[in-house]
């Protein structure tokens, strides 16, 4: 198993920045990818950005391109999510994902969740 610690969340005016940070532990040679979710009020959860553990390949969500980038650090098995240029529609729980392969099984590990809020 894979367990995630999330922090970083809190509240910010429009147009500020906050960096989100999840650390996993437990069996991280297994991680594949890693990757960020939020759930607004009364939404679904919905995908931000993720990144593979190699480090070459990462992906956003169109609502966060060119504002986000997400990073990570294989030593201290972190994963970061840098958001600048933040809007109010970015208010959500931010919820860490870790996407993991063991051969042919596949599992999805989830943070607890951390808030942000953006006021305008």
């Known amino acids: 198993q894979v367990q995630l610690v999330e922090s970083g969340g809190g509240l910010v005016q429009a147009g500020g920045s906050l960096r989100l940070s999840c650390t996993a532990s437990?069996?991280?040679?297994?991680?594949?990818?890693m990757g960020w979710f939020r759930q607004a009020p009364g939404k679904e959860r919905q995908f931000v950005a993720a990144?593979?553990?190699?480090?070459?390949?990462?992906i956003f969500a169109d609502s966060v391109k060119g504002r986000f980038t997400i990073s990570r650090d294989n030593p201290k098995n972190t994963v970061y999510l840098q958001m600048n240029s933040l809007k109010p529609e970015d208010t959500a729980v931010y919820f860490c994902?870790?996407?993991?392969?063991?051969?042919?099984?596949?599992?999805?590990?989830w943070g607890q969740g951390t808030q942000v809020t953006v006021s305008s």
């Open positions: 437990g069996r991280t040679f297994s991680i594949y990818r």
């Open positions: 994902n870790a996407h993991v392969r063991y051969g042919s099984a596949r599992f999805n590990y």
């Open positions: 990144i593979t553990w190699s480090g070459y390949s990462t």
